[in-house]
């Protein structure tokens, strides 16, 4: 199946808000700071003059809608509460509204963009304007005005365990001369193995045990690269970061380097020059 990729930017001035309504089947934002799908009683809001990227599957409809927040000011009669409709569009990324008041707004839109297509003509008449200005905002406003901010179990756990793997960062890079092991994150941050656990496979995708391996090897490897360092076999620069099983070690070291560490200490030896490390999942770059 194709998924086309939306890559957009707001073309709404300052003090205007777009919505953006999602149709037929789900929407999977690339934006990393939403919610990852948007449901059916959902809508993605966002201010003017900001970027949005969106993966949507092939057979995916969307309508975005731009209301300028002096509108929303200078007819605050139509809502009940303006000042909070305000905050919520300023404020939150995604809304949950009731399907019935976003089914009501899509088919009216959906009405007057078949029409004013087959005879744009219309839209020249000031009355025409006016009753469809009118009902647009009344449509928006009866969506708007029950809806709700999106806080769901799953965004609250997501948030906490973002935390909780910076401060596994953090506790790693203020360590980075001795070896940290699970243990040690667990006892520093006050959590079980299964927290730390859910924590890393929800963000990285991986344990803390392959993460933590992953630093030690890229470690071992510094060691073997670096002319000023002290080891001077494989086993010495092995045993400083604990790796004391030297076959698993081996092992490890060839699958993530694509050589074997005896290599990476002759070449250094030989003065082949500096070799590069490998990646590390980017705890920068939480999802």
């Keep these: 199946m194709n998924t086309p990729v939306w890559r957009c ?15 037929r ?13 948007w449901e059916a009683r959902e809508i993605a809001t966002r201010p003017g003059g900001t970027e949005f990227e969106l993966s949507t599957p092939d057979d995916y409809t969307i309508l975005g809608v731009v209301l300028s927040e002096d ?9 009940h509460n303006p000042d909070r409709v305000l905050h919520m569009l300023r404020s939150q990324s995604a809304l949950e509204v009731k399907e019935q008041h976003k089914a009501a ?11 004013f297509c087959e005879n744009p003509e219309n839209l020249h ?12 905002l009344m449509a928006m406003g009866a ?4 809806a709700q901010p999106m806080v769901t179990a799953e965004s609250i756990s997501h948030q906490s365990y973002r935390r909780l793997l910076s401060r596994a960062r953090e506790y790693v890079l203020e360590n980075m001369s001795e070896p940290v092991t699970v243990l040690d994150l667990c006892n520093q941050l006050h959590v079980s193995r299964r927290t730390l656990q859910n924590a890393f496979h ?21 060691e073997l690269i670096s002319p000023w360092s002290q080891s001077t076999t494989v086993k010495d620069a092995a045993m400083q970061w604990g790796c004391w099983h030297l076959g698993q070690f081996a092992t490890d070291y060839q699958q993530l380097f694509a050589e074997k ?9 030989a003065g082949m020059g500096v070799r590069e490390l490998h990646p590390i999942p980017d705890l920068n770059k939480l999802t």
């Design 202 to 222: 929800a963000i990285l995708g991986i344990g803390p045990n392959a993460w933590l391996k992953r630093i030690r090897l890229n470690a071992v490897r510094r």
């Design 71 to 79: 509108v929303i000011t200078r007819q605050a009669n139509f809502l």
């Design 143 to 146: 969506m708007l005005e029950d």
């Design 105 to 115: 707004l899509w088919g009216f839109v959906q009405q007057a963009l078949a029409t």
């Design 25 to 37: 089947r789900r929407a999977v934002s690339r934006d990393l700071s939403v919610r990852n799908v």
């Design 9 to 23: 930017v707001s073309r709404a001035w300052s003090g205007r808000t777009r919505s953006g309504l999602a149709f």
């Design 125 to 136: 008449q000031p009355a025409v304007r006016k009753v469809l200005g009118d009902n647009l």
């Design 261 to 269: 560490p005896s290599l990476t200490l002759h070449q250094r030896d």
